[in-house]
């Protein structure tokens, strides 16, 4: 369980015949699709990511934490639950890029004391309402600059790393997508750069994500290229057909993404904008084809605690025969070189 990725590639190198065609003997799947690479369920670690709050405030699901302490209480709760990853926003983003940094520091600061070698990282910094009426984006070092800050200051040991542009929407009864409820995410080549250059200046893993089969695109042409950062993840998001924008969690669309990530090493896995992922057949799958997925009251709005949701994720993860990675063990399979928490030898 203490192997680096790059060790555990050795260890498969008897199955580089079945990376470069496909071949999965990880068992049954649906339809029989295969993996992206082959793997022993046993020996491939799952990586379970909670997003504790995201937009969603108490007066949507008063289980969500909101202050930087409830915050900091809520992500040491499931870091002891044993998951790999927490996310979170401080629902506070500013132009002032110190204003945007004092809650996040605060929040992380006190997680630190108690979870030294917890992987942790924030959101982008954007205002959703301003971007709305603006139709324009923060540039990168506002958007992106507090990840730097929050870096250098030995806190935050992943970064968010988002690369394309996404509109979100919920339908009315007419299938209009509803003005009160729109608003859009986008990230634009500057900010690719402030965020490779905070990974490589101070070796934070990234969490990547993936919304639509154009930013897995963007992915693709990193890893060929030799530019995604060490400690990396993707997230693949669905929403199902009230949503706007991703694709719907079927079967069929997560194995697109996996024909296009087919022989890359990357580390990745599922989540579900706006209900339980577990409820649908991508969260099993996912375990099978070697990937995971996340969980967290941002993703599941109206959902039960973020505990609730870890420990309901840990009986599926340990049905499948996976096991679950967290603390040093994750920093260093994942291969995170950030300083601060890297586990000393």
């Known amino acids: 369980m203490n192997l680096s990725r790059r060790e555990f590639g050795i260890v498969l190198g008897a199955a580089g015949a079945a990376v470069a065609t496909g071949q999965a003997d990880a068992g049954p799947g649906p339809g029989n699709m295969r993996s992206n690479f082959s793997f022993k369920k046993d020996e ?4 379970l990511e909670v997003a504790i709050n995201g937009g969603t405030l108490k007066e949507r699901n008063p289980l969500v934490p909101e202050t930087p ?31 945007a940094v004092e809650p996040y520091a605060e929040a992380m600061s006190a997680i630190r004391k108690t979870c030294p070698y917890g992987i942790i990282y924030p959101t982008a910094n954007f205002d959703p309402k301003v971007y709305h009426q603006q139709r324009t984006v923060w540039e990168p070092e506002i958007q992106c600059g507090h990840q730097h800050a929050l870096a250098k200051a030995g806190l935050s040991n992943m970064v968010l790393f988002d690369t394309g542009v996404l509109p979100l929407a919920t339908y009315d009864k007419e299938g209009k997508r509803q003005a009160d409820n729109f608003w859009w995410y986008g990230f634009w080549p500057g900010d690719d750069d402030v965020n490779e ?9 990234a969490s990547i994500s993936v919304f639509e089969p154009g930013w897995m695109k963007n992915v693709v042409a990193m890893a060929r290229s030799g530019r995604v950062p060490r400690g990396s993840k993707l997230n693949i ?109």
């Open 237 to 345: 998001y669905f929403a199902d057909y009230g949503w706007a924008g991703m694709a719907p969690p079927i079967p069929e669309a997560l194995q697109l993404y996996l024909h296009m990530m087919e022989g890359l090493d990357l580390e990745w896995d599922v989540g579900l904008i706006g209900g339980d992922i577990m409820d649908t057949p991508l969260a099993r799958m996912s375990l099978e084809r070697g990937g995971a997925f996340r969980v967290g009251l941002e993703d599941w709005m109206d959902g039960p605690s973020n505990l609730d949701q870890i420990k309901r994720a840990k009986e599926l993860i340990a049905k499948v025969g996976r096991p679950l990675i967290n603390g040093p063990e994750a920093i260093e399979y994942l291969d995170i070189p950030f300083a601060a928490t890297r586990p000393k030898k």
């Open 44 to 47: 491939k670690p799952a990586i």
């Open 197 to 205: 250059r905070t990974c490589k200046e101070f070796g934070c893993g």
């Open 69 to 99: 302490a409830e915050l900091a209480e809520e992500a040491i709760k499931c870091f002891d639950a044993g998951v790999t990853i927490v996310h979170f926003h401080s629902n506070k983003p500013n132009k002032d890029l110190d204003a």
